[in-house]
């Protein structure tokens, strides 16, 4: 009995501290209908800064504390509102999953760049008091943290309930427009939400940090803690997400406890971390359905999808290029080439599942990894084996999103991300998988009696394979698949009374999206031949939206660009590891900046053409007369046969390029004065 | 036997009545018009009858088969079409593929052995925007996106097409020939319901009008009989200059509004 | 005559490519109370999002007390002393009675001032004042975003659709406090779809089709064109 009694406190404890952070997330999206993936990872930046100040600087801990959570964090807050986050609340949930997933490898990157990896403690408040009561050991600091959290729920009950400007919280949910209407300012009320939830997040992280320790990724991870509890309140209700954490804090508490009671427990070791997963899977499922949006009519600037004719052409172009560009290449070199490929068809799943469909997927590694399982279990090196991985790994895809079918956008975005953590941290590790950290080995890749035995042949192989994807999908874009998924990002209602049953269309693109991923994982391990769960961390999948979000998740190029890219950065990493953190911040802030025009920088690489035919002829021509004229020759002025759904139409589309209008016309004029 | 019966309806949202007790029923055939002032419930009945609104009490029978709790698709597989107030064409595709998606999704399957493309001209000849095809749906203008969603939902042939305020956004000569191609789409068997506040096209493409005022059918009748209703003339223009004491308003429910989507 | 409260010139205003304000000419003179009026999509509530800040133009000026505002934020806007009660539920409904009235003190009136106005002119917002304003009725919202009307002391007032939905003894009800409010001074443009209630109440009126200005003049001469407008001149 009393060994239940103190599991049960040290749930409560745990769970305190999950509230606080639960609630600044709450704070946030309820303000400003931001949902925050980044909250976990800026309580662990903050968790970090006040380490520096109390440790490594020896200030005092309450000074430390005053610091961090009256200055450092509020001060982050408003600034992150009122620069990368603005206006994000009514941008498609896509978008706003890119930018907080960048906001989340910016922290990440921003914390390993100034605190290089070491061994760090945050000591317990009054580490050395101990009280016992009734034979149980309570901490102060426990009783900290519950103190805390009650302080916080008092604080923020006063806040939005007692003050003017808390009532302009509130209110600024329900109607932002009449808020300003009444005289009030939503960017000032948006500001101090995000003050207060980033003080909140780091809150929590300070507390949890002698828990679970000064690591850079478990700490990042409290956010679905956060996530679990704020979820049950469905993301509004403050006291519901307080009932959300208890019950998460107590669920944890006695699964750690209690779990080698059980028979069996040695193969669930991975379980007492993923409670928390666990628990926020469940309650997406349990959420009810979210009704059908009638809106206006939308449209996104896409990529221009090329014709069959110039997709042969560049394919044919692109196995020719790896060719010259493997002969004789050194083994290392050539694995990081096909590295690249196999995360170029990754990313080419990315293309089909939210470039097009416009759902966002947080574990496509974790597909990948499924993949690379399958394929390794099957021991069937050969189109079979690749089959069985692909449609394998398409079957687990639809069952992750089976159980949110009838939820879109942002939840099934999150029962991606728990999907994924539950793969990386139970699943990856078990026994039939990978084991903890042992390497998985699988043969090299037999098509048709023809066995891949050179890596050289192997590269050439998987960059068939992408090009035979990239048709695949371009395929889809231009037939009636495509055209069925743009209808429905763009209005699910139409959809609806059309006569599609979104439901298993959503599985169907989910389950095609999962194998492609699977495909890149088998032939992956086909080519290494040997491979760890490290290749699949969760949090490469975050990285993978990003590129995506800055190469472009409409086109191939910009699949082909990101897959380049998503290899050589942890490449670039361990070349320099001085600048390792960096690297990750310049992705994240690209991905910001980028990440609001899903077309990426692939997008201004076809509009290159066309400014070069558009701005800088014409300009040339006035300084060079005669030149226009030789542009015209060289073929520049004539449009080729792509579908160019681009341009002059981009009222939808925030990020669209405002000057493509004016441009294609001074093409127009231009090609009637070289006549 | 109706085609369509709207039976005694209610929608509320929190404490507000949309739908307050709303009975009506659309003939097989028939143009039949919805009107009423601004907030009285229509758009809120269209989207119980097409499943975009579930009711809070109250029955839906179409073609003799209760619908109150069918999802939306199988309700369009069933023959119910519509457009939207709020316009919701497919901005990112032409308008020549718009109304190809929706063959696409009407035809399932056996649309892979069917080309379309004459089908698409067809119905775009029909409504009159051939001329835009090439467009993409977000650069047309107001009363070209209401036709291209008439012309979206005949791709499924529906038997029963629901048509939200379809004139508003056209001219008046285009008004008028929008009359005429109802007319001929009646005459082909089809069914509509429309709400409209162009009294002119109202008046002289209906067969049958109900007034909703307050979520509750006030009038039913031919134009002419709705045009001399009194209680019609007060609903539209607010009090008329005789005061206020009418004993008809007493009935009239206070907690009225429409909750916009 | 003085500067004129709101003048407008030559507006255009569009969704996206869609056209919906081709050029409105407009003008209310100081202390009158003009009603807007016209059939569905005519443009009215847009004019009424341009004016309050809400939406952009695309050209075309407005004057308001003959100071030119253009890209003015509404907020800034509605501290300067316009007040805008738009179409529908203009209240917050998960928000009690109370604190409804505490947030229209962003207008720049102190909270007590507020309260004591609201509650003196409808003493039943007093009764309510702890109750949640959605679940209040549709005519007791309306009386509740009038107190803002009241309370700010604006300079000029918009009022768009004051009637959406109300049974007409609730309408009568608030233009009856339109008309106190006009007897203070305070210049009012009024949008409202029941013409002759709207126009019981004013000094001119205009009515809008298409996106422009059709008419204007003073009240019964309008009121003898607003049958055809709306119901339809075909017999």
Known sequence: MNEFLSYTVIGIFTGAAYAIAASGLVLTYSTTRVFNIAHGAIGMFFTFVYWDFSQRQGLPAWLSLVLVLGICAPLTGVLLQRFVTRGLGTAPVGVSLVVTVALLVAMIGIATQIWKPEARAIPEFFPDKRFDVWGIVITPQHIITLVLSLLVAGGLYVLLARTRVGTAMRASVDNAELLGLYGGRAEVVSALAWAVGTSLAALGGILLAPQIGMDFYLLTLIVISAYAAAMLGKLTSLPMTYVGAMALGLAS???????????????????????PTIFLFAILVLLPQAPLRIGQVKGLVSAPVPSPTKTGVWGIGLIGFVVLLVSGMADSTLLNVGTAIAYGILMLSLVLLTGYGGFVSLAQFAFAGVGAVIYSQVEQPNLFGLAVAIIGTGLVGAIVAIPVLRLTGLYLALATLAFGQLMDKLIFTSAWAFEFNNPLKAERLSVLGYKFESLTSTVIMMAVFFVLVAFVII?????????????????????GTLGLDMRWFRVGVFAGSASIAGLAGALLISMRMSITANDFLYFNSLLLLLMAGVWGLTSITGAA?????????????????????????????GAIILGRNPNGLAYYLFQLPRWIQGSLFPALAEKYPGMALRAQEYGFGRRDDDDYDDGDHNDGDPGGDPGAGPLAEEVDTHAVAAR | MPLLHVDDVVVQFGGVTAVNHANFEVEQGSITGLIGPNGAGKTTTFNVVTGLQTPTSGRVVFDDKDITRMPVHRRSRRGIGRTFQRLEAFGSL?????????????????????????????????????????DRADSIPTGTARLLELARALACDPKLLLLDEPSSGLDESETEAFGELLQQLANEGRTILMVEHDMDLVMNVCDTIHVLDFGSVIADGTPAQVRANPVVQKAYLGYSDDGPAGDDTAVLPLVNEEVVL | MSVPILDIIDLHAAYGRIEVLRGVNLTVPKGAVVALLGPNGAGKSTLLKVISGQMQQTSGDIHLAGIHVTGAKPDDLARLGLTTIPEGRSVFPNLTVEENLLLMSYAGVAPEAVFDTAYSYFPRLHERRFQLAGTMSGGEQQMLAMARALASDPALLLLDELSMGLAPLIVDELYETVAKIAETGVSILVVEQFARTALRVSDYAAVMTGGTVVATGEPDEINAIMADVILGGAA
């Open chain 1, 561 to 589: 660009l990101g897959g380049v890219f998503m290899m050589y950065l942890p490449v670039a990493q361990g070349e320099n590891p001085d600048i390792a953190g960096l690297l990750f911040v310049l992705l994240a802030v």
């Open chain 1, 475 to 495: 395929a889809i874009r231009r037939g009636r698949l495509g055209r069925i998924l743009i209808a429905m990002r763009d209005s699910q209602a139409a959809c």
């Open chain 1, 253 to 275: 508490s006695y699964v750690v406890g209690y779990l080698d009671k059980f028979p069996g427990a040695e193969n669930l070791t991975g379980l007492p971390p993923v409670v």
């Open chain 2, 94 to 134: 032409t308008v020549a593929e718009n109304v190809r998606t929706a063959f696409d999704i009407h035809d399932g399957f056996a649309g892979l052995f069917r080309s379309v493309q004459n089908d698409v001209d067809d119905l775009l000849d029909l409504v009159g925007i051939a001329n835009h095809a090439d």
